[in-house]
């Protein structure tokens, strides 16, 4: 059982990770293209735009705090895996 907690707290950390890179690519510079921000995107969206859909008070205006709404979801989880 561990080894199973242990594996989804990284799995999670990661993914904060790769959130946190692309939002903040996102906001630095919007038009870079590369092949793993195309990845990163495309794991990183569907999350986020259900969270943009569902609470729509997380985008005050030209900010977006879904982003930050994720990241305590998935620490959420990780406390009680």
Same mark, same amino acid.
Do not use: C
């Given at each position: 059982? %561990?080894?199973?907690?242990?594996?989804? @707290? @990284?799995?999670?950390?990661?993914?904060?990770? *790769?959130?946190?890179?692309?939002?903040?690519?996102?906001?630095?510079?919007?038009?870079?293209?590369?092949?793993?921000m195309n990845f990163a995107y495309s794991i990183t969206n569907p999350p986020l735009e259900?969270?943009?859909? %569902?609470?729509?008070?997380? $985008?005050? @205006?030209?900010?977006?705090?879904?982003?930050? $709404?994720? *990241?305590? @979801?998935?620490?959420? *989880?990780?406390? *009680?895996?």
């Amino acid at each position: 059982m %561990n080894l199973i907690s242990n594996l989804i @707290g @990284g799995l999670i950390n990661v993914y904060i990770w *790769i959130l946190i890179i692309s939002s903040l690519i996102t906001i630095f510079a919007p038009h870079f293209r590369h092949p793993l921000m195309n990845f990163a995107y495309s794991i990183t969206n569907p999350p986020l735009e259900f969270i943009r859909k %569902n609470m729509p008070f997380v $985008v005050q @205006g030209a900010v977006d705090f879904s982003p930050l $709404v994720l *990241i305590l @979801g998935l620490q959420l *989880i990780r406390v *009680i895996f």
